[in-house]
């Protein structure tokens, strides 16, 4: 996220929670949190588990904020992915350039039609 920072500094951080990222959240997602619920995005440095159980330090995407604000935005995060998840099951983009691009041949076909019928009205008037 190119408007997160580095937690370099240890300011003052009392009262504030970090909503750790997923990797892989999808970007859309990332900056509705950030603009619904108001939190600062910040990159910091935190052990992450790895697939062979052992634990690496990296830096990670972080949403910071007040508690209650953070769970929340925790709840939505969840509920957002959910969503297209489900969406992506559904197949729904799919289905929805499939019926645009039916409606838009039946066009095309209508025009090669009328078309047609031109080239054949120029052939008789002749």
């Not at 489900?86 to 090669?112: G, H, I, Q, T």
Request: glycine share 4%; hydrophobic share 35%.
């Amino acid at each position: 996220m190119a408007g997160a920072e580095i937690d370099k500094d240890k300011e003052d951080l009392s009262g504030l929670y970090d909503l750790a990222i997923p990797i892989g959240m999808p970007l859309t997602i990332i900056q509705d949190l950030v603009d619904r619920f108001d939190l600062e995005p910040v990159r910091r440095n935190a052990k992450v588990g790895l697939l062979d159980g052992e634990t690496e330090e990296r830096e990670i995407l972080v949403l910071r904020g007040e508690l209650d604000t953070v769970k929340a935005a925790e709840s939505h995060m969840f509920e957002a992915l959910d969503r297209r998840f489900d969406r992506w099951e559904r197949n729904e983009r799919s289905d929805r350039y499939r019926e645009m691009y039916e409606k838009k041949a039946e066009k095309r076909m209508e025009m090669v039609k009328e078309r047609i019928e031109e080239k054949k009205d120029e052939e008789i008037s002749f």
